[in-house]
């Protein structure tokens, strides 16, 4: 096991994995949570942009989803290694069998659960989500969500994204759902 980092009393010992629906706040949370526990943060999809040199929407138009697929979970494995820290990952992550077995061996995933009416609002002005780039981004998105949940609800801990709660309180949420559920992962120090 990495050497756990410890800030503020709190001791994380595995890498926190969030994965969820696009919208769902993955990113802005998982930034919040790092702070808030003083550890760095990591988003994959962020991470594979930078590796390419194209945004994540290029590469699936590029090479395709399969491609896009493959490189993603060469990323997180990477970034599943070494000091503890956040990850976020994109929505489809998760859904790799392989991908679930690794963030579970290494790290502890967290799905972000947001009801689909949250995520419509949250995505439906970005032009930056390739997989709603359809003639009906709405039911896009309402398969999607119809798929991913059962996969999502597999995850290590589930963590509900309410509308209206503030970064701060959510990365909260999180923080006591890991201290309550995965003393394993997340500790306080006495």
Do not use: C
Request: hydrophobic share 40%; glycine share 10%.
């Amino acid at each position: 096991m990495a050497e756990g980092a410890v800030h503020k009393g709190l001791i994380l010992h595995k890498t926190v994995v969030f994965v969820g629906m696009m919208g769902a706040g993955k990113t802005a949370v998982g930034r919040t949570l790092a702070a808030r526990l003083g550890v760095v943060f990591r988003d994959s999809d962020h991470e594979i942009e930078e590796a390419a040199n194209m945004t994540i929407a290029e590469i699936f138009e590029r090479d395709g989803e399969a491609f896009f697929r493959r490189k993603e979970s060469q990323v997180i494995g990477r970034l599943l290694e070494g000091r503890p820290g956040v990850l976020s990952t994109g929505g489809g992550a998760f859904m790799a069998e392989g991908n679930r077995r690794m963030i579970t061996e290494l790290g502890a995933s967290v799905w972000l659960n947001a009801d689909l009416p949250v995520l419509w609002d949250r995505v439906r002005h970005k032009d930056t989500r390739p997989l709603l780039k359809t003639p009906d981004p709405l039911g896009t998105l309402t398969r999607l969500y119809e798929q991913r949940v059962p996969v999502y609800a597999q995850a290590d801990l589930t963590v509900r994204s309410d509308p209206g709660m503030t970064l701060d309180a959510m990365a909260r949420r999180v923080t006591e759902t890991l201290l309550a559920e995965r003393p394993d992962v997340l500790e306080r120090r006495e």
